[in-house]
């Protein structure tokens, strides 16, 4: 039987590049996985390689969010990892941009993180242990010129994920918050000639995420920042 900590994982904003890559790595580890989004047909070949089980979710309704837990709950028990990786890229200028998008933007990778990481609370603080991840981004550290709403949505998780570290950590849940700092290899999106690892490899992601879960309580991680080598500061 595998050493590794926890059984039951529920990854939110699921799709076909980091979080396909720790549901992998999960799977292999004996973890009974639960992947979410809102189109849940993406994700069939994924869970036929993994065995996850998909489920249709909001992330910025409440009432979505919680039927989500409800339902992975009733059907593989309540999770003990629950890793936010939702979030809605918006670019524009300040002048242009659409408020309502903006604000879908928020509603999604912000306020969607809240929503969730309260369902995990929930269930993780009365037994005493458990795990919430939450994905960000450069954006999360630095506002770029025609990406407001985004940046704001990352500033708003990082910052509701340190909250929530200091409050939850005391009471045996470890929450950590993962700055994704450069472009992620995917189809089309190639290493150019002569800068290997220029962008990041998912699967290296995904093992950093597992490393911070088989972290001993004594020394845990709040923060990881993720670079390329050749990515600069």
Not at 18 to 39: E, H, N, P, Q, T
Not at 109 to 137: D, E
Request: hydrophobic fraction near 50%.
């Amino acid at each position: 039987m595998s050493d590794f900590p926890y059984r039951t994982a529920l990854i939110v904003g699921a799709g076909p590049g980091v979080s396909a890559s720790v549901a992998r790595k999960l799977a292999a580890l004996g973890v009974k996985v639960a992947l979410a989004a809102r189109d849940i047909s993406k994700l069939d070949a994924l869970c036929a390689e993994t065995g996850a089980v998909a489920f249709g979710a909001d992330a910025s309704d409440a009432q979505s969010v919680a039927a989500l837990f409800d339902a992975v709950e009733a059907r593989l028990g309540a999770p003990d990892v629950v890793i936010f990786n939702a979030g809605a890229r918006l670019r524009g200028g300040i002048a242009e941009l659409d408020p309502a998008m903006v604000e879908k933007a928020l509603a999604i990778g912000a306020f969607g993180g809240f929503l969730v990481a309260q369902q995990a609370a929930k269930r993780m603080v009365p037994r005493g242990g458990g795990a919430i991840l939450f994905t960000g981004a450069t954006a999360s550290v630095k506002g770029f010129p025609l990406s407001a709403g985004f940046a704001m949505s990352k500033f708003a998780l990082r910052g509701l994920a340190q909250s929530v570290a200091r409050e939850l950590g005391p009471k045996g849940v470890h929450v950590a918050h993962f700055i994704i700092d450069g472009a992620v290899r995917g189809p089309g999106r190639a290493d150019p000639p002569g800068r290997p690892d220029s962008f990041l490899d998912p699967d290296a992601i995904a093992q950093a995420y597992v490393d911070v879960l088989r972290q001993p309580r004594s020394a845990w991680s709040f923060e990881v920042e993720l670079r390329p080598w050749v990515e600069t500061f």
